[in-house]
């Protein structure tokens, strides 16, 4: 009783509190949607959809989450997607192995993250000079390998592709009167394993805290024995590996490639985490943050669509609107949260 008691007595950290502003606006968004809109939004299989749409999204965006935690950024993370869905259509499409694919994917992610690192956290040069080197690079390297749309073909792939995972009891009665049952892709699956992954990391392995201790002070976690160039260089490779596992991802939701695929997939993900309550400052972010922060993204962008604004420009001055907002509700809430510590 009394652990029950001092657990309800201690304050929610800044991580959990952002996180918690982020749900709840998320929920009370979409409560509102469908109050308002009805329609889709009433059915499970809305929410299925905006998964099923952002599922590659959502893992760049943990990626990037991690990062930022440590006060760094990576702007190529949506051009190394790009290059990695390109590379792996063109090779399926000569008759390549599944499984194989899917190593190359990772092998490209993970060479850009081992080299961004190093020249990041060991020869210390400037994160957006060497992401943006990367960015340019990676979408050099897609226009090389195909100028023109590409379509898999390779039909063991295609038939992985149209795997779903049917949840009959979630799904909705059509007009017609036919039961259309709920439809989830594997590769949702992938991403909420990816997000529950780095979550325990972050949590409860050494070097994920170090990530927080790095962003909050660099020179505090000099003095704690933290190994900072090693725990920025993870940082950077473990993005660029969730950048290899988002580029399959995305060949597996779209089944084509295109040299502009993912395009400004890195400022959504960029904005997916501060709205999901990551500081750009560094030192504060929570991957179920990001997550949710990615699913109040895509819910304005369809509350937009519903109330008739189809034009794309109303999609981004939304978007630029609400990040605008999470970032002044981020600064307000720890200021005053710090105040009052002050006070105490």
Not at 150 to 176: C, M, S
Not at 287 to 294: A, C, E, K, Q, R
Request: with cysteine.
């Amino acid at each position: 009783m009394e652990d029950k008691k001092k657990f309800l007595r201690e304050p929610l950290t800044d991580n959990q509190l952002l996180m918690t502003i982020t749900i709840c606006i998320f929920v009370g968004m979409y409560l509102t949607a469908m109050l308002l809109f009805q329609g889709g939004f009433l059915h499970a299989q809305q929410v299925f959809d905006m998964l099923n749409d952002n599922a590659s999204l959502i893992i760049v965006s943990c990626g990037l989450t991690i990062v930022m935690i440590t006060g760094g950024i990576d702007i190529s993370v949506g051009a190394v997607t790009s290059l990695v869905v390109m590379s792996c259509v063109l090779y399926l499409n000569k008759g390549g192995n599944i499984f194989v694919s899917a190593l190359i994917a990772l092998g490209i992610g993970i060479a850009f993250g081992v080299v961004q690192g190093f020249l990041i956290s060991y020869l210390e040069i400037q994160p957006f000079i060497v992401t943006l080197a990367g960015m340019f690079f990676a979408r050099g390297m897609t226009t090389i390998l195909s100028v023109n749309p590409q379509k898999v073909e390779h039909e063991g792939f295609n038939k992985l592709r149209d795997t779903k995972i049917v949840i009959n009891w979630l799904g909705y009665t059509a007009k017609n009167g036919n039961t259309v049952p709920a439809r989830v892709e594997i590769g949702v699956i992938v991403a909420l394993l990816c997000v529950i992954v780095i979550f325990f990391l972050l949590r409860y392995f050494n070097f994920g805290r170090g990530f927080y201790a790095i962003g909050g002070n660099q020179t505090s976690a000099l003095m704690l024995g933290i190994n900072v160039k090693r725990n920025r260089f993870l940082a950077y490779a473990i993005c660029g590996l969730l950048s290899g596992i988002s580029g399959y991802v995305f060949m597996m939701h779209t089944g084509a490639g295109n040299a502009t695929n993912a395009a400004g997939m890195e400022m959504n993900a960029i904005a997916s985490s501060i709205i999901g309550g990551t500081l750009l400052t560094g030192g504060v972010g929570n991957v179920i943050g990001t997550l949710f922060g990615t699913l109040t993204l895509t819910t304005i962008k369809k509350i937009v669509v519903s109330s008739g604004l189809n034009d794309p420009w109303w999609q981004s001055i939304t978007t630029g609107g609400m990040l605008c907002f999470f970032i002044l509700l981020q600064s307000v809430v720890l200021s005053r949260r710090a105040k009052s510590k002050k006070a105490k």
